[in-house]
């Protein structure tokens, strides 16, 4: 783990354009979802519908599956990243062979998914960037099982794309043809279609470079207001 002391904007070796070495990873995401909670916290289930021929949901099924450890650097859209942090879990793309594959409708082709989070959040992402290696449904990070911050019970882990694809706690996975079936919401504002770190594509409508000062100013409030958040939770639940 790095030295606290390492946290400054110039420690940016090694990582991809416009991106600095935080040295933790936070607490975080759009001010949205500051407050809100998933309501299942343990048992990992998934509910899979979009072009399969019949609507089901996965439980015992997806923790029987071969799990996989890895340890990647994770890149968040406002510019902060954090260094090898491990994660635990099933390959996407095994998952997707053994479990999706055999029971899709055939009449229609399936290029996209759209991912949906127990707080509301919602994503959309292509087989090609999910059929990546390092591409999780993850219950894991560095040997714990997830807690409420880092995405509980369940989350993808997609180190290529910036951090705003990698959805915690998500509860299903619908399965289109085509990008033109997601309607993104107010997402749609900043969310790029790929989101991958290395092309810089922060957002939709801008060049990456030119998000990376506004993007970065709103890093040290978003954490303190998500850990603000995440006290008042605990402390109520355990009320
Ligand atoms: N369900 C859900 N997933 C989410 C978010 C969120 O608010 N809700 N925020 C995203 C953003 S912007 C980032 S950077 C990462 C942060 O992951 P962390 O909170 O585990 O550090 O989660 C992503 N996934
Ligand atoms: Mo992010």
């Given at each position: 783990m790095t030295n606290s002391s390492d946290v400054t904007l110039g420690n940016q070796s090694g990582l991809p354009p416009g991106q600095f070495d935080y040295g933790s990873m936070p607490r975080f995401g759009l001010p949205k979802y500051t407050n809100r909670f998933p309501a299942n916290t343990t048992d990992a289930r998934l509910a899979i519908s979009g072009n399969v021929t019949s609507n089901f949901e996965l439980a015992s099924e997806l923790l029987a599956m071969p799990r996989t450890t890895q340890v990647s650097d994770f890149h968040c859209v406002t510019t902060w990243s954090v260094r090898n942090i491990e994660w635990q879990g099933v390959r996407f793309k095994d998952f997707y062979d053994q479990l999706i594959q055999p029971k899709l409708n055939s009449e229609n082709p399936t290029g996209f998914a759209i991912f949906r989070a127990q707080d509301g959040y919602k994503i959309c992402l292509s087989l090609e960037d999910l059929?990546?290696?390092?591409?999780l449904l993850a219950t894991h990070l560095n040997g714990e099982a997830l807690s409420i911050a880092h995405g509980a019970p369940l989350r993808l882990v997609a180190p290529k794309l910036y951090g705003y694809k990698s959805m915690k706690h998500l509860k299903s996975i619908e399965f289109i043809?085509?990008?033109?079936?997601y309607k993104q919401g107010w997402m749609g504002f900043i969310e790029h279609p790929r989101g991958r770190v290395a092309q810089e594509?922060?957002?939709?409508?801008?060049?990456?470079w030119l998000v990376r000062y506004p993007n970065r100013m709103m890093i040290k409030s978003t954490e303190r207001s998500y850990a603000k958040a995440l006290e008042d939770h605990l402390s109520k639940s355990s009320a």
């Open positions: 059929f990546s290696d390092d591409v043809s085509d990008r033109s079936a594509e922060r957002a939709k409508y801008v060049p990456g």
